[in-house]
Structure formats: structure tokens, C-alpha cells
């Protein structure tokens, strides 16, 4: 997917840019992201295009120069159905926008977390397919989506899975498991020599255990307690 960033605020442009970037590379998913520092310099890049040439404009209603109302304006008599969500620190501009069809209304300052919702709202709104792995089982390959699974662990010489609805015993090792799953653009994390837990099901931690999402309680290590709270707290922010 495409995203335009008009922001004249360039460190924080910059860090919406890396939050982005990190989202798409977690999901494998391609994600450009084009940064503009004012909306005129962003209409001079458009030139005479009638339709925009991205899934989503993003802009910040407060800008030197001409502000992001009046470009949303512009934009939307290029096009008509283009994606175009708002930046903005009042949520009182939610109304004043309503003639323009705006898409999403975010609140500054923009955040990883917040980030992720209006990225899987575009994902989803494309109809983009969630992230999965390709999973031989019992001789058939399979589509595992990583948003359905809890944990995975070592079990024995072989390695499970456990899933919100089934759980899959499979002989590929352990640590390639966890590797193909974070490659495949899922967020997992050792909490236990032998339990990686998806960092996106996690509700609480505590030092000696975490609770996933269904009341699921797994153990926690006490060498691994540190990388894994600080991992949920980036996750969650």
C-alpha cells in the first residue's frame, strides 16, 4: 500500500514514518510512505494528477501555510473517493470535516498503537489477506493465520501450536517455527525456554507469568521477564 504524510512538523512526520515502517515490516506487508512538509509542496508533487496515486492521504489539520482543510478541499475535487484522514489535537474538527467525507480522525500525537488500528482499518478496508504461514499438516499444506494463534511451545522432538480454536502439532523445530512466524509478520517472543507466546494476545504480565487473551496463563522466566515486558510495553504504546 501507498501512503502521503503531509506534516510540517519533520521529527514527527519522521517518527510516524518509522512506526509505519514497522508495522508493515512485523506484517510483511509492502508499505510505502511518502513525507510532505507542506501542502503545497505536496500538490506540486501531484501536478496534474485527476485521481491521487495512494491508498490513503494523511494530513495534519494545523500547517504553516495552507492548512489541511483547505487541501483536503483540493484534493477531493481531484478525487472524489480518496482515502483522506486527519491529524489533529481537538477532536472538535471531527464535524467541521463532514462534508469532505474524511475518512479517519486520529489524535496527535500519533502512537505505535494507534498507528497499527488505522493501518489494519486501511489493510483491512483493501482487502489485503491477514498474514499467514504456509503450513504442511498431515500432508496438506495450510494456511495458518498468525492472528489466530496464542503461543507455540516445544513439545518433545516436535513443536505445537495453539491456536484460539485448534491446536497443531507439526516436526519442524522449534526455533524455526518461531522464526518463519515473525518472518510471516507475526510478533512472537520467547517467555520460556520452551514457549514463545504472540505478543498481540498478551493482556497482563507478571514476573513469574503472563495471561493471554481466553484467561490462557503461561509460565515466565526469570532472565526473560525483562526483554518480554519491555517488548509488550512497545507493543501496546
Request: aromatic share 8%.
Amino acid at each position: 500500500m501507498r501512503i502521503a504524510y503531509c506534516e510540517d512538523e519533520q521529527a514527527q512526520a519522521e517518527l510516524a514514518k518509522e512506526y509505519m515502517d514497522s508495522w508493515a515490516k512485523k506484517r510483511n506487508i509492502s508499505c510505502t510512505v511518502e513525507l510532505f512538509s507542506t501542502a503545497e509542496e505536496f500538490l506540486f508533487a501531484l501536478d496534474e494528477a485527476k485521481a491521487l496515486p495512494y491508498d490513503l492521504v494523511l494530513l495534519d489539520i494545523a500547517m504553516d501555510g495552507m492548512d489541511g482543510f483547505t487541501l483536503a478541499k483540493k484534493l477531493r475535487e481531484r478525487d472524489k473517493k480518496a482515502r483522506i484522514a486527519f491529524l489533529t489535537s481537538d477532536s472538535s474538527h471531527v464535524f467541521e470535516g463532514y462534508e469532505l467525507e474524511i475518512w479517519r480522525y486520529i489524535l496527535k500525537p500519533l502512537t505505535p498503537r494507534r498507528t497499527a488500528e488505522l493501518l489494519s482499518a486501511l489493510t483491512e478496508s483493501l482487502g489485503e489477506a491477514d498474514p499467514y504461514l504456509l503450513l504442511e499438516i498431515s500432508g496438506e499444506m495450510r494456511k495458518l493465520y498468525l492472528r489466530d494463534l496464542l503461543y507455540v511451545e516445544v513439545n518433545g522432538h516436535y513443536t505445537t501450536l495453539h491456536g484460539n480454536e485448534e491446536t497443531i502439532t507439526t516436526k519442524k523445530k522449534f526455533s524455526d517455527m518461531v522464526e518463519a512466524l515473525n518472518a510471516a509478520g507475526g510478533n512472537f517472543l520467547r517467555c520460556h525456554r520452551s514457549v514463545a507466546v504472540n505478543l498481540t494476545k498478551i493482556q497482563r504480565i507478571g514476573r513469574q507469568s503472563c495471561v493471554l487473551t481466553g484467561n490462557v496463563e503461561l509460565p515466565v522466566s526469570r532472565n526473560m521477564y525483562q526483554a518480554l515486558n519491555e517488548a509488550f510495553i512497545r507493543e501496546n504504546l
